[in-house]
């Protein structure tokens, strides 16, 4: 049976990374794509979602016209504070973080290479090194239990994302485990990519041709659900 | 108890300012000493080196400027912030060009090492070592060193002539209390200048009216507190800060995927 081509909306990217993140789970979610993994969470999962700006345990975004204005998570989106919620300083948010107590920080990217390294802080190599958007995620992403990345697979231009080696500055050098793309989920597993799942009608070797660097199919590869 | 001197305006609070002092300024939107930036805007120094999360726009309101007007005028030597320039070429702002042209210095740094950085210099701890950044381009001429098996480097504190902080509430003896996530970098901040001065929501309550338990910052960081007049700045406009949202969630790492 052969389906349609459908790559994965945005919020289907969002519900693949909601079903990767465990049970009881200390969890960062990064601006875009993976913010929205929080509308796909499950009271059973347990999840407590901290921001960098010093939210731990913040729900959904603030409905229209109930916004605090004091109340925002690293997006500086209105959010909400779930029962038991509380606020910490900026070092104390990153205590947290560098202690190692966030199971999964989920982030988007430019690059991802085979090696695990991972490059969303510089568009360009201008060699400019005072000048970018670090954020919180090298931090997050030296210290958390693991890394998830949402994006697309390829640039505007039909580049791949997923490379052999990163073109840009890194956030971090290695550490990513999991990719989620319009085309796919991807495992990093011994300096390769592995495709764990794929987008309703795409083969195999489709998202090999778009990927720019070795790609393995896992032995139990599978359509996603969401 | 030594107490901070109250001023009766933001002008006053400011008035004394040395050119070329080094300034922390917190703020994660919420959290933002407004009223202390636009009173420092028409004070008129120059020569600053400022810390901050990021560096901003200029407004474009002349009743509320800050670090981004500051900069665009040139005022501003040098930018320590975890955001010196947006991550996409075609929303660079002023901050870039300068940066590019060499007017402005400008030091990146991740925004944990930043906190951190902070934390340490009020805390008296000249440097501490941290994983984020191993490898990467901040790590460069940086001391490495290896504990239990993990590579490590070197990051110094940050220690200012003054701090801009804003509070919701204070009481006379200058001890602070802050309301959610506008609390992010302001009682690091305020424990790491030489002079702190707050911007205060709520009017400041004599000396044992806060309850000592809920007190998140003492008094003793602080040197100087003044009121938010009634026609200050309270909360930025609403409307911009969702204009501010949709346009970061329009443009997230990664590209434009379909909607």
């Not at chain 1, 990927?211 to 359509?223: I, K, M, Q, W």
């Not at chain 2, 000592?212 to 930025?236: N, T």
């Amino acid at each position: 049976m052969s389906d349609e081509k459908q790559p994965l909306t945005r919020d289907q990217m969002g519900a693949v990374l909601a079903q990767r993140i465990g049970k009881g789970w200390i969890v960062n979610l990064g601006i875009g794509i993976p913010v929205l993994a929080s509308n796909f969470f499950t009271d059973e999962q347990e999840i407590t979602l901290t921001s960098e700006n010093g939210v731990i345990g913040y729900g959904g975004l603030a409905p229209e016209g109930m916004e605090d204005p004091d109340l925002v998570n690293a997006g500086v989106q209105f959010t909400t504070l779930h029962p038991g919620g509380t606020i910490v300083h900026h070092a104390d948010s990153f205590a947290l973080i560098r202690s190692g107590r966030v199971d999964v920080t989920c982030l988007g990217a430019y690059e991802v290479a085979k090696d695990g390294s991972f490059a969303n802080w510089k568009t360009v190599n201008d060699g400019m090194g005072n000048m970018g958007g670090i954020g919180g995620a090298m931090d997050l992403a030296a210290c958390a239990q693991r890394i998830y990345i949402a994006m697309e697979h390829t640039t505007r231009d039909g580049q791949p994302r997923l490379v052999e080696q990163c073109s840009l500055p890194v956030t971090a050098p290695s550490g990513v485990d999991l990719v989620v793309t319009e085309l796919g989920v991807f495992t990093v597993q011994d300096g390769r990519f592995v495709l764990e799942e794929h987008a309703p009608g795409y083969t195999f070797e489709e998202i090999a041709a778009v990927t720019g660097a070795p790609l393995v199919a896992s032995p139990d590869l599978r359509r996603v659900s969401v | 108890m030594g107490k901070p001197t109250i001023y009766a305006s933001m002008n006053e609070a400011v008035a004394d300012f040395k050119d070329d002092s080094m300034l922390m300024i917190p703020g994660f939107g919420p959290g933002s000493p407004h009223n202390l930036m636009t009173a420092l805007y028409y004070q008129g120094a120059t020569g600053l080196t400022t810390v901050s999360n990021g560096v901003g726009f200029p407004s474009a309101d002349p009743r509320m400027r800050g670090l981004g007007d500051l900069v665009m005028e040139g005022r501003v030597k040098k930018v320590i912030a975890a955001f010196t320039a947006s991550t996409r070429p075609s929303r660079a702002g002023t901050a870039e060009e300068l940066i590019r042209s060499g007017a402005l210095q400008a030091e990146v740094t991740p925004q944990g090492t930043l906190a951190e950085r902070i934390r340490a210099g009020g805390a008296g701890i000249p440097a501490f070592f941290t994983p984020a950044g191993v490898g990467t381009l901040v790590a460069e001429g940086k001391e490495h060193r290896d504990f239990d098996g993990r590579t490590y480097l070197m990051e110094t504190a940050l220690f200012a002539d003054y701090a801009f902080v804003r509070a919701h509430r204070a009481d006379t003896a200058g001890n602070l209390i802050f309301r959610l996530s506008a609390r992010n970098f302001n009682p690091i901040m305020a424990m790491a200048a030489r002079t702190t001065i707050v911007e205060v929501e709520e009017p400041i309550v004599a000396a044992g009216e806060l309850d000592p338990d809920h007190i998140h910052l003492p008094g003793i960081y602080v040197q100087r507190l003044v009121q938010i007049p009634p026609d200050g700045i309270f909360s930025v406009n609403r409307q911009a800060m969702v204009g501010l949202q949709q346009a970061r969630a329009a443009s997230p790492p990664g590209g434009d995927l379909p909607r």
